[in-house]
């Protein structure tokens, strides 16, 4: 997989200004799943410093929270809303959840939802190549160990 610029939130300054994802479409999509399956959609409060947004999609004890990175099209599913603060537990300790049936739903947005596995992949099976300075940087502090840590942040 090759991340384009964005992928850590950070620019450098000078940078040309980040790409954003639709958040009124995502919402209205999800709005639209929770009307059609009959759950309920609460925001869910992250750091705010996060790279991503959360919002639940609960149905009697069933939630399915999804994470829509700020920059890129990507989102992915844990089971229970992520704690502010640290980045959401990696694979194999993970709150990561694969894409429920509906997350096709996304697609006409042009959001695409992450697998586990994917989730899960060493940073050095990933092109960083296309990131700007300033998010190698990012990287080289933090030292994310697998794609979801690096994509669904809340470095500051």
Not at 68 to 76: K, N, Q
Not at 105 to 133: I, M, Y
């Amino acid at each position: 997989m090759r991340l384009p610029r964005g992928a850590t939130g950070f620019r450098g300054h000078g940078d040309e200004p980040l790409a954003a994802t639709d958040r009124a479409a995502f919402l209205r999509t999800c709005h639209e799943i929770a009307r059609r399956t009959g759950a309920r959609v609460t925001a869910v409060a992250t750091d705010p410093m996060a790279v991503f947004e959360a919002v639940a999609l609960t149905r009697h004890a069933e939630t399915h929270v999804v994470l829509r990175h700020h920059h890129l099209p990507l989102l992915a599913f844990t089971a229970a809303p992520p704690a502010p603060g640290p980045p959401v537990p990696a694979p194999p300790v993970t709150g990561f959840v694969e894409p429920p049936s509906w997350a096709s739903d996304f697609a006409p947005l042009g959001l695409r939802s992450l697998t586990v596995d994917e989730l899960a992949t060493p940073l050095g099976r990933v092109d960083l190549g296309a990131l700007s300075d300033a998010e190698a940087a990012q990287i080289r502090y933090w030292r994310p160990g697998v794609l979801s840590e690096l994509l669904f942040n809340s470095w500051d």
